[in-house]
């Protein structure tokens, strides 16, 4: 469970005791209602990453893109407000860089959103010096993106590094080292699902 979701049901079960106090117990229910959803909505399950040289999804979704551009393919991955929000990183090095791009907050399944709406851009370089960029993207709802680290910091494949709040948007961009595996349509889950190999050198 991530700790937000247990303030804001917190905060919104103190707001329905005080609406059964002032008026009806029924009164509260819609309240209780929205703290159960935030309970479940800031899940945070264990995952473990499989062993290998490729990189696993960084989010729970849907993948919406797999598009060449400007040297690199990108994938994009929608997640919807009834998937896991907590974000893991794709593969394991050491964060080189980390850059937040203020924007719009289109929704999160359409294409201009990689480019346009706020986000964080995070890239991670493996052991062997190949670098991997990914980026948390805010949707029409979700209009706040959290990354948990910091340049220069460490990262296992898979281990967790932020967190999108309710519906929003991933993008990885693969360059040439990488064959991608993912496919539009596609559901993965973050940490667990491979979405790319590495090509041999």
């Known amino acids: 469970m991530v700790r937000t979701g247990i303030y804001y049901a917190l905060a919104l079960v103190a707001g329905g005791v005080i609406v ?10 819609p309240l209780i209602i929205v703290a159960l959803f935030c309970l479940w909505f800031f899940r945070d399950p264990e ?14 979704g849907k993948v919406v893109a797999v598009k ?3 040297g690199v393919t990108r994938v994009s991955i929608f997640l919807s407000p009834l998937d896991v929000h907590v974000n893991r990183s794709p593969i394991g090095g050491q964060i080189v860089r980390f850059d937040y791009k203020p924007g719009q907050f289109l929704v999160a399944s359409r294409e201009e959103a990689s480019e346009q709406n ?7 370089r493996s052991a062997d010096g190949v670098e991997l960029t990914f980026k948390q993207i805010a949707g029409l709802v979700a209009r706040r993106v959290i990354f948990y680290k910091k340049p ?18 991933m993008d990885v961009l ?13 559901r ?11 090509r041999p050198a």
Not at 47 to 60: M, Q
Not at 118 to 124: M, S
Not at 188 to 198: K, Q, Y
């Open 20 to 29: 059964s106090y002032l008026t009806r117990p029924i009164y509260s229910t």
């Open 47 to 60: 995952r473990l990453a499989p062993e290998g040289p490729h990189a696993v999804s960084p989010a729970d």
């Open 68 to 70: 060449p551009e400007g």
């Open 118 to 124: 706020e986000q964080n851009v995070i890239t991670v």
């Open 152 to 169: 220069g910091e460490a990262v296992r494949m898979g281990e967790r590094i932020g967190l999108m709040q309710f519906g929003s948007r």
């Open 174 to 186: 693969f360059g040439p080292e990488w064959e991608v595996t993912a496919k539009v349509g596609e």
């Open 188 to 198: 993965v889950w973050a940490a667990t699902t491979v979405i790319a190999r590495r």
